[in-house]
């Protein structure tokens, strides 16, 4: 089945303490992207890769790394979690240039992260 | 820096009804993609309609169909004969044409559908 893994699906932590939030993708898609979301706010767009070792900054960057080593997998790191980044996270891939078509994003389940 | 607006934050609907949401962007591009997407309680996010901007033609699936004018810069969601599964958020989305070399999906802030029964 086609689809994109996150885990965890939710998480409390406290602040400072390192997370490593994973996403996985089965369909070969070369682009993949990280989203909160946040009441009011709608999603917005964190990091997003291109392809393996092509990364580059969303909307929302700050306090977030990623990391795009291999094709399928781009997790999000949160360094030093701050209570400001509590939210929904969602990671999403797409195909990309002609073969990509509309390039409609494929979504994973969802993080909800709570940080204390 | 393009940017979608969904000014109605919260909408109702008799089921059997008819009803629209309204999107509206702003952007210098002239290819790109909308979305609607829809999240039901569940959370999860599932496209409801695409529409690519170089096509004048409407884009329609089952009960769902778009307004998309272009030079209005609107793109606007109608629902027809509303079921109690269409409860869910509903969000706008743009993004710029690959070829481009932008990459980013740019969202509304949604508007969230209730159902009347």
């Known amino acids: 089945e086609a689809q994109v893994t996150q885990n965890p699906r939710y998480l409390i932590t406290v602040t400072g303490k390192k997370l490593t939030v994973t996403c996985s993708q089965n369909?070969?898609?070369?682009?993949m992207s990280w989203y909160r979301q946040d009441p009011g706010l709608g999603l917005r767009q964190i990091y997003y890769?291109?392809?393996?070792?092509?990364?580059d900054k969303g909307d929302v960057p700050e306090g977030y790394k990623v990391s795009r080593k291999e094709k399928r997998n781009f997790p999000l790191i949160l360094e030093s979690p701050s209570p400001n980044q509590t939210s929904l996270y969602f990671c999403?891939?797409?195909?990309?240039?002609?073969?990509?078509?509309?390039?409609?994003?494929?979504f994973g389940e969802g993080s909800r992260l709570t940080v204390l | 820096a393009q940017t979608v607006t969904q000014s109605q934050p919260e909408m109702s609907v008799q089921e059997a009804e008819t009803v629209t949401l309204s999107c509206t962007y702003d952007?210098?591009?002239?290819?790109?993609?909308l979305f609607w997407y829809k999240q039901p309680p569940s959370r999860q996010m599932i496209l409801v309609i695409r529409q690519e901007a170089y096509k004048q033609q409407n884009a329609t699936e089952n009960r769902f169909s778009v307004n998309f004018q272009k030079a209005a810069k609107s793109f606007s969601l109608k629902i027809s004969d509303s079921q109690l599964g269409d409860a869910a958020m509903y969000f706008c989305?743009?993004?710029?044409?690959?070829?481009?070399?932008?990459?980013?999906?740019?969202f509304g802030t949604g508007t969230r559908l209730k159902v009347l029964a």
């Open positions: 369909m070969n898609h070369e682009y």
């Open positions: 989305a743009y993004r710029s044409a690959f070829t481009s070399g932008t990459y980013k999906y740019i």
């Open positions: 952007t210098s591009e002239s290819d790109y993609y």
């Open positions: 999403a891939s797409s195909l990309r240039g002609l073969a990509g078509g509309f390039g409609e994003l494929f």
């Open positions: 890769s291109m392809n393996v070792e092509v990364t």
